[in-house]
């Protein structure tokens, strides 16, 4: 649909099939990003990592896992320039087939058993290159199903990327859960293990039939149309856009909640060291109940801040989940499953999507077409990237026999949630700002009445 404002492009909206592709092809990719993580947790401190001091392998192991966070302020100044000068679409099959390819060569990779130090390194290698791949995902996901949204709905529609994380996450899991429970153990750790990463040749082709349907955005072409795509959108983002880019790192350091609820959560709970003992089946249910939660909730957050900003739920979010990172901790730590699940259900898939939800609307929307793949991916990524080491820090700091895990480790997330919502608060409010005016910290939004009568024809037509 085409609302008739002069500062929205012309030209046809694929609103659905645009979160739709953003969806599915989230979900693929994340798919092969998490089995990563999961297998980082679980399985490579045994057989790529092997030391007779277990706190060793298992900080190396997670150490690998942020390495692909290292990669990724690289991959964003690479993608972000090729999505703002050769399109959404383009840089999104382009990520696609970086990581699945990567991925598979994963589940090809000889042990430290029967290549020694070689291993390892190989693991390394293949973990830049899926960082690489994957920080040019969610920015360009994001700005290709907002450019195509309809004024006053881009908060629903962009949550559908974050949806499809989740769901990635969900099938990450659902892959080993079934491993992990039937296979013996030893067959588990040889080879089961590898099964996950090796289904990503399904991801690859699935991807790119879903892909290649969806059209370039009438934003973006609009841009090419006037000869307005910049010649070097990286160095143009940096210095129109820096204040702003500086909020979307220090809002992105959100990433800390998905490292305790997933990564850290799962060495703390399963690893022997730690002496939790949560079985690793009992302990892959956890973050998968509360994906399956967020999945539910994520599209009436993004719904919600159409109707009332984006700044508060990201605000709430932020320091809610804070809160509750004490407490999924704790419940690990008194050995209580149906209270970690408690937990976890409401850290992870409840009060979290405050700002997961909406974080793909908000941060696109701070940044002008021009540069809005850039300007997002780099600043999104450099965010994260500073929380990629947390996993090892935790293990460092709350290692196995420490008496206050939960203490140290959620001070420390709770803390950097503050930061996040701390920038959220000082950001400019964007969600009744046209599409031709975003980026504009002079942008006068449209008052609230037309907005609101503008969005309800929004979800008529879509209806209809």
């Not at 699935?206 to 795509?229: C, H, L, M, Y």
């Not at 509360?290 to 909730?297: F, S």
Request: include cysteine; charge should be neutral.
């Amino acid at each position: 649909m085409t609302i008739a404002l002069e500062g929205e492009p012309k030209g046809g909206h694929q609103s659905k099939k645009a979160a739709a592709s953003g969806w599915i092809g989230s979900a693929l990719e994340y798919y092969d990003f998490f089995i990563y993580a999961t297998a980082a947790s679980l399985i490579f401190p045994q057989i790529f990592f092997p030391s007779s001091n277990p706190t060793v392998a298992i900080v190396a192991s997670l150490a690998t896992y942020g390495v692909g966070y290292v990669a990724r302020p690289i991959g964003a100044f690479v993608l972000g320039h090729w999505g703002d000068t050769h399109g959404r679409k383009n840089v999104l099959i382009l990520c696609m087939f970086l990581m699945g390819f990567s991925t598979i060569a994963v589940g090809l990779l000889p042990t430290y058993e029967q290549v020694g130090i070689l291993a390892p390194i190989l693991l390394v290698i293949m973990r830049l290159i899926q960082g690489f791949a994957v920080a040019g995902e969610i920015s360009g996901a994001s700005s290709m199903i907002l450019e195509h949204a309809p004024f006053g709905r881009r908060g629903f529609f962009a949550s559908f990327t974050l949806q499809g994380v989740q769901a990635g996450q969900i099938l990450a899991a659902a892959v080993f859960l079934p491993l992990a429970h039937f296979m013996p153990e030893a067959a588990f750790n040889s080879w089961g293990w590898r099964i996950p990463f090796l289904l990503s040749f399904i991801v690859i082709i699935a991807g790119w039939i879903i892909r290649r349907e969806v059209d370039e955005t009438p934003a973006f072409r609009e841009e090419g149309s006037q000869n307005a795509k910049p010649r070097s959108p990286v160095v143009e983002a940096i210095q129109t856009t820096w204040p702003d880019m500086i909020r979307v790192v220090l809002m992105a350091l959100m990433n800390v909640i998905p490292v305790v609820a997933t990564i850290f959560g799962a060495a703390y709970a399963v690893q022997a060291a730690y002496g939790i003992g949560f079985h690793k089946d009992v302990y892959l249910w956890i973050p998968v109940l509360g994906n399956i939660v967020a999945c539910i909730v994520i599209p009436y957050v993004g719904n919600l801040s159409d109707r009332i900003g984006r700044r508060l739920p990201i605000i709430v979010g932020a320091l809610g989940s804070g809160v509750l990172a004490f407490g999924y901790l704790y419940a690990i730590s008194i050995h209580s499953v149906p209270l970690a699940i408690l937990m976890s259900v409401l850290m992870w898939g409840v009060v979290y999507q405050g700002y997961n939800a909406i974080f793909p609307s908000f941060y696109p929307e701070l940044f002008p077409t021009r540069t809005r793949v850039s300007s997002m991916a780099i600043s999104q990524n450099i965010g994260t990237a500073f929380t990629a080491l947390l996993p090892a820090l935790f293990a460092i700091v709350a290692p196995p026999g420490s008496q206050n895990v939960p203490l140290i480790v959620g001070a420390i997330a709770f803390a950097i949630t503050g930061i996040a919502a701390a920038a959220a608060w000082s950001a400019r409010e964007t969600y009744r700002v046209q599409m031709k005016d975003l980026g504009n910290p002079d942008a006068v939004p449209v008052d609230k009445a037309t907005y609101d009568r503008l969005r309800d024809e929004a979800i008529s037509a879509s209806r209809g």
